[in-house]
């Protein structure tokens, strides 16, 4: 027997005059539309007794119907949302000032007078086929760029998959790339997207022209610029606070958070900034993790954002210290070190020894030298034993595989321990912590990197 019949879903607000007159319906509404909260609901009655001499049977479990609210309030509160996100990325520096956007202009403008990095600006250098990698841009052209007084930290990167120089220009940060074409005037074969020229340049330069055509394929296929670019904002800030931005400890690089991003967008085109922000996670996090209601009234954005507790949630850390005699040797020592971290994290894998890296970059003021320290968590599933001095023996093997590596390594040096929570730094201690839900919804992500 039915006890109740279906009721199709009615506007949150103004509530039906039958609903409010029968007492069914409580709520209050102050002037204009509410503010976001639980949304109410109806329950069925309890059935009648049963005839006398029938057994008892447990009651049926009540029937929820829960009201859904008007379109009206959903997009104002959607608009709401997506403003609170601009200006929160606008208040955590996220966003350039027209200050910083005509400084970055002018920064392009005076670098491509000298003849033609976590960086601000990536720049291509395109040379013709008399000018070397080897020779020109890491020699010649580093020269130029030492000599102008806006540079400094000038430091280069020769044997990653990507070589590139990376300096400082006017304190913005550079990350410098170059590609030798195959012809005799640069200019004249400007355009990147030339198949017949991308079949005659080498691997290394195929490599840096395909960062800047894909940026450019990227920007052309989504339907919103603008949206995809706050996107991507809100998703590099959010991956920066929790430790997932570095790609050479196995996460994503910024290309690829573009790609997801741009996926988005192209698939959700009318979807406001906030709603694409939430499609991005319920798209790509591929495991179940419960989210908020977004209509909650007390929702922070500054809840996602939170940095990650490492301090809650290790308690022993790998110690990574790099030395150099100089701050510009520390910046090439470094550089090649990052680049070689994969071997590193491998060599603990096989080891049987789980590690959170921690992408932050800190600094042992109590060495006089110049250095740079990083800490990784170590997962804490078992009893955790590490060699440091055999763990550093193998990895100095692959930083000291060729001659380039054998320079570095000349005065700069690395050492490895294991150090607990009273030897981490204070800025990797947290004193606020997020929700149960963000936290949760990072597990999943971090275990699918």
């Known amino acids: 027997m039915a006890y109740m019949t279906a009721v199709a879903p009615v506007p949150w607000w103004p509530p039906p005059p039958e609903l409010a007159h029968a007492g069914l319906l409580v709520a209050s509404s102050p002037a204009g539309y509410p503010e976001p909260q639980t949304l109410p609901f109806l329950f069925a009655p309890l059935p009648p007794p049963p005839p006398a001499g029938c057994p008892l049977l447990p009651p049926p479990a009540p029937i929820v119907i829960q009201l859904q609210p008007h379109p009206s309030l959903l997009a104002e509160v959607d608009h709401r949302r997506s403003s609170s996100l601009v200006q929160f990325l606008k208040d955590e520096g996220a966003v350039l000032s027209p200050e910083d956007e005509n400084k970055r202009e002018k920064v392009i403008r005076e670098l491509k007078k000298a003849h033609g990095p976590e960086s601000d600006i990536d720049l291509l250098c395109l040379g013709p086929c008399i000018a070397t990698l080897q020779y020109h841009f890491f020699v010649v052209l580093r020269q130029i760029l030492q000599g102008r007084p806006e540079v400094s930290e000038v430091h280069t990167v020769e044997k990653a998959k990507v070589p590139l120089m990376r300096f400082r220009f006017t304190g913005i940060a550079v990350d410098l790339t170059y590609a030798q074409l195959p012809v005799i005037d640069a200019l004249k074969a400007i355009n990147t997207f030339s198949p017949q020229l991308l079949q005659k340049i080498d691997t290394r330069s195929w490599r840096s022209l395909s960062g800047v055509r894909v940026n450019e394929q990227i920007v052309q296929l989504v339907p919103n610029a603008e949206k995809f670019q706050t996107l991507l904002r809100c998703i590099k800030l959010w991956a920066r606070k929790r430790g997932l931005h570095c790609h050479y400890l196995g996460f994503f690089a910024g290309i690829h958070l573009a ?3 741009a996926y988005v967008c192209r698939k959700f085109p009318d979807a406001s ?6 499609v991005f ?3 790509f996090a591929h495991w179940p993790w419960q989210v908020p209601d977004p209509l909650r009234h007390d929702f922070q954005w500054s ?5 990650f507790p490492y301090d809650q949630k290790y308690q022993q850390f790998l110690r990574i210290a790099l030395r150099a005699p100089t701050i510009a040797e520390l910046g090439d020592w470094a550089g090649w070190v990052k680049s070689r971290f994969r071997f590193l994290i ?14 932050s970059e800190e600094v042992d003021h ?3 030298d110049p ?4 800490y990784w968590g170590l997962i804490p599933k078992r009893i955790i034993q590490v060699d440091t001095s055999s763990l550093k023996g193998d990895f100095m093997e692959d930083l000291t595989n060729d001659v380039y590596g054998t320079v570095k390594c000349t005065h700069s040096d690395v050492t490895i321990s294991v150090v607990g929570l009273p030897q981490l730094p204070k800025s990797m201690c947290s004193r606020v912590y997020p929700p149960a839900v963000h936290a949760a919804l990072y597990d999943g992500l971090r275990g699918h990197r």
């Open 303 to 307: 809840w996602l954002f939170e940095p």
């Open 259 to 261: 790609i997801l991003a």
């Open 281 to 283: 996670f319920q798209t």
């Open 366 to 368: 109590t060495d006089n």
């Open 273 to 278: 900034v906030s709603g694409l922000f939430a």
């Open 371 to 374: 250095n740079v320290v990083f």
């Open 346 to 359: 491998l060599k603990l894998e096989r080891a049987g020894i789980e590690c959170d890296p921690c992408p």
